[in-house]
DNA sequence: TGCAAGATTTTC
DNA sequence: AAAATCTTGCAG
């Protein structure tokens, strides 16, 4: 199953108030956070919801990708399995709890090597180059004061 | 030890 | 527009 990772948002870490490595936490639940680069990130929202993210700088920066969907580019059928039938092919991951949905990703992924060769969960180039890259603000954080208005959401289009 | 809130999704 | 649902983080 792969995913075409076309929009995705940028968490700064301690600076972050939308992060949650924000001022420093070092908690459980964040732990991979502040682990290499390359390690999955992945956390339960709103107790029914996955999100996956993949540290991004240096360890020890806490600073991360949250990956929020894309179109699914193989495995329509697990995928269709996972979140359901009757679910457009669109609709299958353009968003980060339906994009762990269908990629079957969970807490048991958190602290995983995306980079390690054996990895269950890696990323790859496909080769295609993006036509525009779009930049906003990011999604679901108006509690966050000012970094709520950050220009850190990226979506593509090719 | 208890409670409020959350990087969302789905349905009424 | 509102509920579903549970873990984390902070107060006491």
Not at 95 to 118: F, V
């Given at each position: 199953?792969?995913?075409?990772?076309?929009?995705?948002?940028?968490y700064?870490?301690?600076?972050?108030?939308?992060?949650?490595?924000?001022?420093?936490?070092?908690?459980?639940?964040?732990?991979?956070?502040?682990?290499?680069?390359?390690?999955?990130?992945?956390?339960?929202?709103?107790?029914?919801?996955h999100?996956?993210?993949?540290?991004?700088?240096?360890e020890?920066?806490?600073e991360?990708?949250?990956?929020?969907?894309?179109?699914?580019?193989?495995?329509?059928?697990?995928?269709r399995?996972?979140?359901?039938?009757?679910?457009?092919?669109?609709?299958?991951?353009?968003?980060?709890?339906?994009?762990?949905?269908?990629?079957?990703?969970?807490?048991?992924?958190?602290?995983?090597?995306?980079?390690?060769?054996?990895?269950?969960?890696?990323?790859?180039?496909?080769g295609?180059?993006?036509l525009?890259?779009e930049?906003?603000?990011?999604v679901?954080?108006?509690?966050?004061?000012?970094?709520?208005?950050?220009p850190?959401?990226?979506?593509?289009?090719w």
């Amino acid at each position: 199953m792969a995913v075409r990772l076309a929009e995705t948002e940028a968490y700064l870490g301690p600076e972050d108030r939308a992060a949650h490595t924000w001022g420093g936490r070092r908690t459980p639940r964040v732990r991979s956070m502040w682990g290499r680069p390359g390690v999955a990130y992945v956390y339960l929202i709103y107790g029914l919801h996955h999100c996956l993210n993949l540290v991004t700088l240096a360890e020890g920066r806490g600073e991360a990708v949250l990956l929020r969907g894309g179109p699914v580019v193989a495995g329509h059928g697990i995928a269709r399995v996972r979140r359901g039938d009757g679910v457009s092919a669109a609709a299958l991951a353009d968003g980060p709890g339906k994009l762990c949905q269908a990629a079957g990703i969970t807490r048991e992924h958190d602290g995983l090597d995306t980079c390690a060769s054996d990895a269950a969960l890696y990323v790859a180039d496909d080769g295609v180059v993006p036509l525009e890259v779009e930049t906003t603000a990011r999604v679901g954080i108006e509690s966050a004061g000012a970094a709520a208005g950050w220009p850190l959401r990226f979506v593509v289009s090719w």
